[in-house]
Structures are given as C-alpha cells and as structure tokens.
C-alpha cells in the first residue's frame, strides 16, 4: 500500500511536537533552574536546549514553508530560553501543521525547494518530497532526540513514553 507524503511527515512531527510541550511541563514542574535548562546541552559543541527545541519547529512547520516558498535559510536567531514560550511555540506550530491538508502536501511531490546557507556558499536544491524526507525529517529527529536527551542530562524526570508521546495504536 502506498504511503502519502503527508502521512510520512505530518503525524509523526504532530506528536512529537506534542509529546516536546509534555517534557517542557516536567521540566517547569521540576526543581531544576530554567537558567540550568537553557544553558544546558550534551557537549560544549552542541546547541543548547532552546536550540534544539527551535529546530524542532524549523524542522517540522518550518521545513513546510520552506517547500511552500522554494527555499529554506539556516534559523541562527537567539531563540526564547523560557520554558513557557518554548512550549506555547511548539503548540502554534503543532496546530498550523493540524490544519495542513493532505492535498497540499502531496503537491510539494517534485516541487523545488533549496536550502540555502549563504555564509558558507551552500545551496543544495531538492524535490520537495526529498527535502522533507531526506533532510528535515532527519534533523526534525535529531533536534528532538538532542533536546529530550538534554532534559534527561540535568535531571527531568523523563522517560521513554514522554519522548514517544501520544502513539497511535490500532483501536482493538
């Protein structure tokens, strides 16, 4: 059975998007500094815990809009390090990707799209359907995984289940 493009990317960055606000809750209802989050990160050359939450959004709404618009550019904006906001920005985009339909997804299939990084004379064009797929999604994972793997670092009592969020099981 064929797979659409949206139900490869939607549903999945929707939970997750979703299953982030749930480890920021813990995180504000810990006993662990929103100073200690924001700061925090797996090694000193990696971004911080803001940033990984802000390419959670790049990577997912924003990686929607890029195709929308042809190109995508490199977010290198200071991001909000309060916990709040983080979870109130992963909300706005978890609900602008609900309200997405599957038709216009399915017209990003070989639609062209280019991530663009000017400082370093980076311009790598894309179908939009590989773009997705092949790069956001990828990163979409990472930035989720990096920021989930963060709260664990200092102590948020997060586990398995909070990073996989609400799954959807087959109703029995």
């Not at 959670?56 to 709040?84: F, Q, W, Y």
């Not at 799209?113 to 797929?133: M, Q, R, S, T, W």
């Not at 956001?136 to 989930?148: G, I």
Request: glycine share 6%; aromatic share 8%; with cysteine.
């Amino acid at each position: 059975m064929p797979i659409s493009l949206y139900d490869a990317t939607v549903p999945t960055m929707i939970q997750m998007l979703n299953a982030a606000q749930g480890w920021i809750e813990k995180a504000k209802a810990s006993d662990i500094s929103e100073e200690t989050i924001a700061t925090a990160c797996l090694r000193e050359d990696m971004a911080p815990f803001p940033k990984q939450v802000n390419w959670m959004i790049c990577h997912s709404l924003g990686a929607i809009e890029a195709v929308r618009k042809g190109e995508m550019n490199p977010d290198l904006e200071d991001p909000t390090t309060e916990l709040e906001q983080m979870r109130l920005n992963l909300g706005a985009a978890e609900n602008k990707l609900r309200a997405l339909s599957i038709g216009e997804l399915e017209s990003f299939v070989g639609q062209e799209v280019h991530f663009v990084y000017k400082p370093h004379n980076v311009d790598i064009p894309f179908a939009g359907e590989h773009f997705l797929l092949s790069f956001s999604q990828p990163n979409f994972f990472f930035h989720a995984t990096t920021a989930y793997a963060i709260l664990r670092h200092v102590g948020v009592d997060v586990g398995k289940m909070d990073y996989l969020g609400q799954i959807r099981a087959a109703a029995v």
